[in-house]
């Protein structure tokens, strides 16, 4: 079966890290380029990072640059993403998906150009 599995949320203090990962499965996630996005109440999905198949390029909403990395290891079929310095505001359902479209610095953004989500993990933030 072909899925992405998002694992790794839950509830840290303002300041604290995660680590989520997004395994693949039923498929090789070496093919694919893969994004993270985050989704808060009221609120439509969001990017917030983005990494090639081959794992040389990586790009980051601004909201998260240099707190937030994001890494591959393609023999694991997994992806990961480190929440660093995490804030209130970086309260959501944070969810992984696939896309084989090569995207540029801004396009990388857009939900339509995935094909393949996960059901998504929650990451709180307390103040």
């Known amino acids: 079966q072909v899925q992405l599995v998002e694992s790794g949320g839950g509830l840290v203090q303002f300041g604290g890290s995660l680590r989520l990962s997004c395994a693949a499965s039923?498929?090789?996630?070496?093919?694919?380029?893969v994004g993270w996005f985050r989704q808060a109440p009221g609120k439509e999905r969001d990017g917030v990072s983005y990494?090639?198949?081959?794992?040389?390029?990586?790009y980051f909403a601004d909201s998260v640059k240099g707190r937030f990395t994001i890494s591959r290891d393609n023999e694991q079929n997994t992806v990961y993403l480190q929440l660093n310095s995490l804030k209130p505001e970086d309260t959501a359902v944070y969810y992984c998906?696939?896309?084989?479209?090569?995207?540029?610095?801004?396009?990388?953004?857009?939900?339509?150009?995935?094909?393949?989500w996960g059901q998504g993990t929650q990451v709180t933030v307390s103040s």
């Open positions: 990494i090639t198949s081959s794992g040389d390029t990586s």
């Open positions: 039923g498929f090789f996630l070496n093919d694919y380029n």
């Open positions: 998906a696939r896309t084989t479209y090569s995207t540029g610095s801004v396009s990388w953004r857009s939900p339509l150009l995935y094909d393949r």
